[in-house]
């Protein structure tokens, strides 16, 4: 994945134009997006890694309890992702409206 690039012309702040604001807003969205999303892979690979899958190693997983508790961990997580995306949606429905307003 890569970072979205954000316009160099934009500078100083007080110069920006309504669509300028919202341009750097999707972007500031954009870049929290990139690291939930690494953070939703990292997540994926302690699984793959705990069951073994990952690039063929051995299961690190003694029995069943040891897996509830890797479970457990990325479900605590992944509810942290939800709560930001909730958030992100919040953002991204205040950009449109702030973009609907003149």
């Known amino acids: 994945m890569t970072f979205p690039n954000i316009p160099e012309n934009i500078n100083p702040i007080e ?4 669509e300028q604001v919202a341009l750097l ?3 500031s969205i954009a870049f929290e ?4 999303a690494h953070i939703i892979n990292a997540e994926a690979e302690k699984i793959q890694f705990a069951l073994g899958t990952l690039n ?3 299961s690190v997983v003694k029995d069943v309890v040891d897996l ?3 479970n457990r961990s990325v479900e ?8 930001k995306e ?5 953002k991204l429905e205040d950009v449109v409206d702030f973009l609907k307003n003149d």
């Open 33 to 36: 997006e990139l690291g939930l």
């Open 68 to 70: 509830l508790d890797i």
């Open 15 to 18: 110069d920006l134009d309504k």
């Open 56 to 58: 063929n190693s051995d």
């Open 25 to 27: 807003l999707l972007a």
């Open 86 to 90: 909730i958030i992100l949606q919040f």
């Open 76 to 83: 605590r997580v992944l509810r942290t992702v939800i709560k």
